[in-house]
């Protein structure tokens, strides 16, 4: 068995089994949450806040993207790979989408692409799709768009604001899309989305009813306790765990106790060192 297919996902939804989706950057992450079982990885445009320490994701680039999606690539045996599209790589036309999409399928191991907005991105998805590339929406909280939306805010909270998301949704799935990431919704935008639509909704922020959910993998690791918004659960406290880990090793090295005889190679007789003076 290889890994998931949009096919295999789809039969997810139709047997009303949730989609697990986290996000990852490199090979070692990836080799764990494919051997946890994850159904997807998402290479994150995230990356420019969790691994190069930005406050948003607009400076990331397409080589920045394609280099860690091989590397998440190497690591994954049966999670579906997605490529998520970094900001000005698709928005400037329908074909530089696709060019861009194109080069992310042929030189990153991506089985998909990701790209933010509704209504706006529709063309996109479409040429996409018809070149035989399986894509991913994004509606709702579009990170990309921080400036614009006024920062990281909830999106949908009036009527007319959650009609246009809804709109959006329906927008992506009529131009191809096999899948959609829902962002930061009220659970009952939410649950209107994922009833509307055949294809999955894949939920972050977004309440309990979506067909799967996705968070940041360093964040349910709880490697970075001070970046902690609601929709965010820590299943473990790595953070602590490795400064603790390291704060070990550190004494250990300084008192040297490490590394012991147990950590140190020995030839089976001792080298006869010649007197020299
Ligand atoms: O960049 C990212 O990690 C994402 C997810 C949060 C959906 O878009």
Redesign the pocket.
């Known amino acids: 068995m290889g890994r998931k297919s949009v096919l295999d996902l789809r039969k997810l939804k139709a047997g009303n089994d949730k989609i697990v989706m986290v ?1 990852a950057y490199d090979y070692t992450m990836a080799r764990l949450v494919d051997m946890a079982g994850v159904d997807m990885v ?1 290479v ?3 990356l420019g806040m969790v691994v190069q320490g930005r406050s948003d ?1 607009l400076p990331v680039t397409l080589d920045e993207c394609i280099y860690h999606t091989k590397c998440v690539s190497r690591g994954l045996e049966k999670a579906h790979l997605v490529f ?1 599209m970094p900001f000005m790589t698709y928005q400037i036309s329908p074909e530089q989408a696709l060019q861009n999409a194109g080069r992310a399928m042929q030189e990153s191991g991506a089985q998909s692409v ?1 790209l933010e907005g509704g209504e706006r991105t529709a063309s996109a998805i479409s040429l996409i799709v018809d070149a035989g590339i399986p894509v991913v929406g ?1 509606v709702g909280l579009t ?1 990309q768009s921080v400036h614009a939306m006024g920062g990281f805010k909830v999106q949908g909270r009036s009527d007319e604001a959650a009609e246009r998301v809804v709109r959006d949704a329906l927008a992506v799935q009529e131009a191809g899309a096999f899948c959609i ?1 829902l ?1 930061g919704l009220p659970t009952d935008v939410a649950q209107e989305i994922t009833d509307r639509l055949d294809i999955p909704t894949i939920g ?1 922020g977004a309440g309990v009813h979506c067909d799967g959910q ?1 968070l ?1 993998s360093t964040d349910l690791l709880g490697m970075n306790t001070s970046f902690k918004p609601k929709f965010v659960k820590h299943y473990a406290s790595l953070e602590q765990t490795i400064v603790d880990a390291v704060k070990a090793y550190g004494d250990e090295v300084r008192s040297s106790a490490f590394p012991d005889a147990a950590h140190s190679f020995n030839r089976k007789t001792p080298r006869k060192v010649a007197k020299l003076y």
């Open positions: 996000t998402l994150g445009d995230s994701t998520d990701k994004h990170p990431v962002e972050i996705v940041v």
